[in-house]
């Protein structure tokens, strides 16, 4: 959101300069493209909104960096080890993973704005993620080393199914604030001691 704000204002910022300068078509031409940019997103946002109510996906919430600081401090990610996020959202948890541990990171992500952000923001890192605009469960995950994911309800009861039919053993799992109904946590890891009931303060961990 502040990403889109700060292009905005620079847009709005660029357009009174050229109007300033006299170049009236070049304005005409960057308020055209911010009307088909803001009519684009809110498509997207629309269709975001239709899966999060009608179809039970998790809405798009960025990791906060102080949950991102407490799993690199709870788990010891073995080196080269693969490490899928599902419903990556803009894979800020993966290239911080992929820039302190020797690991292979793959997001998945099915809404397209977080999806392109993730792209964008990975032009930018300098230890790689890979992400792929697909949903997770049409893909194979039988060779994750560890699986992150912050999803709803429902979709953490289709999840617990996957992964007990696809999941190696030994593979860890590590699911923000919901659980799996029949599998019970290895761990739980408290993120804030001073906020123990807050939502998103909780860590499951879980071991096939």
């Known amino acids: 959101m502040i990403t889109f704000l700060a292009i905005f204002l620079a847009l709005i910022f660029l357009s009174l300069l050229l109007l300033y300068l006299g170049l009236v078509k070049i304005v005409l031409g960057i308020l055209f493209f911010v009307v088909l940019a803001l009519l684009i997103s809110i498509f997207f946002f629309a269709l975001e909104a239709y899966r999060v109510i009608f179809l039970g996906n998790a809405p798009f919430v960025t990791s906060k960096q102080k949950m991102i600081k407490k799993i690199l401090q709870e788990i010891d990610f073995k080196s080269q080890s693969?490490?899928?996020?599902?419903?990556?959202?803009?894979?800020r948890f993966l290239r911080e993973l992929a820039r302190r541990k020797n690991i292979q990171a793959i997001g998945y992500e099915y809404f397209m704005v977080p999806y392109l952000l993730a792209r964008f923001y990975n032009l930018f890192a300098k230890n790689k993620v890979k992400v792929y605009f697909k949903d997770f469960f049409k893909v194979n995950l039988s060779d994750a080393d560890y699986i992150f994911c912050y999803l709803m309800t429902e979709e953490m009861a289709r999840l617990e199914e996957k992964l007990k039919q696809e999941l190696k053993p030994?593979?860890?799992?590590?699911?923000?604030?919901?659980?799996?109904?029949?599998?019970?946590?290895?761990?739980?890891?408290?993120?804030?001691?001073?906020?123990?009931?807050?939502?998103?303060?909780?860590l499951y961990i879980y071991r096939r």
């Open 82 to 91: 693969k490490v899928y996020e599902l419903g990556c959202g803009d894979a």
């Open 170 to 202: 030994g593979a860890l799992v590590i699911s923000n604030t919901f659980t799996f109904k029949n599998w019970q946590p290895e761990k739980t890891i408290i993120i804030d001691e001073n906020k123990r009931y807050s939502l998103s303060n909780k």
